[in-house]
């Protein structure tokens, strides 16, 4: 079974600050990589999707990466801000999920 | 557009009893997913559709849960019967090729 990885599980850090989320993953064929916010007792919002023909995505503050030969995919957010403040999962395919990377972005 | 509709939004029941919960898709999505997320593993898939017909129900942890689609616009899952290991947010989420949307969840509490 993919396994997905995401490290680190918490991370806080002052606004205005860039950073970056990671993701691993142990089956190289994969057919696309999300990933989502989830707000406390909310659902999940779709972020960023990228096929495996692609090798990153960008939405405003947002750009993340996929290196399928590595395993790996990185979220990387500019100048945060304290409404970045969420969990951050990435999923394969939608079907298996990591268990997140909870962001604290403090003023 | 509404979203992904389920219900209810909260659930309290004594175990034992029956749990049956429910799902409205966004029209013209034709891939229906059902999640469970828990503190301790995460958000887990449990079975997911295909024009209503199940494609993999693996993640089904036991016979006690069931999963339907009778048409487009409707899904439930069934647990009965219900144990307090059950306790969690049950998501459902549609899609249409890569863009899927999940609905606000159903937090289930078995006691």
């Known amino acids: 079974k993919q396994e997905v990885t995401q490290i680190p599980a918490a991370l806080s850090v002052p606004e205005g600050e860039n950073l970056v989320l990671n993701c691993s993953f142990t089956d190289s064929a994969i057919y696309n990589l999300q990933w989502f916010r989830q707000d406390p007792g909310k659902g999940l919002t779709s972020l960023l999707l990228i096929q495996s023909s692609q090798r990153e995505q960008t939405s405003g503050r947002l750009n993340a990466s996929l290196d399928k030969s590595s395993g790996r995919s990185t979220l990387y957010i500019a100048a945060s801000q304290p409404g970045d403040s969420a969990t951050y999962l990435c999923a394969l395919h939608a079907l298996n999920f990591g268990k997140g990377t909870s962001l604290l972005v403090t003023p | 557009d509404a979203g992904v509709i389920q219900s209810p939004r909260h659930e309290v029941t004594e175990m034992g009893q029956e749990v049956t919960l429910r799902c409205k898709p966004i029209?013209?999505?034709?891939?229906l997913f059902w999640y469970r997320q828990t503190m301790m593993r995460g958000l887990e898939l449990l079975i997911y559709?295909?024009?209503?017909?199940?494609?993999?129900d693996s993640g089904m942890p036991e016979d006690r849960f069931s999963a339907k689609m009778p048409n487009a616009s409707f899904s439930t899952l069934k647990i009965q019967p219900s144990e307090p290991r059950d306790s969690a947010v049950y998501f459902c989420a549609s899609s249409r090729r890569y863009g899927y949307t999940f609905g606000s969840g159903t937090r289930l509490t078995v006691v």
């Open positions: 029209s013209g999505h034709d891939y």
């Open positions: 559709f295909n024009n209503n017909v199940p494609i993999d």
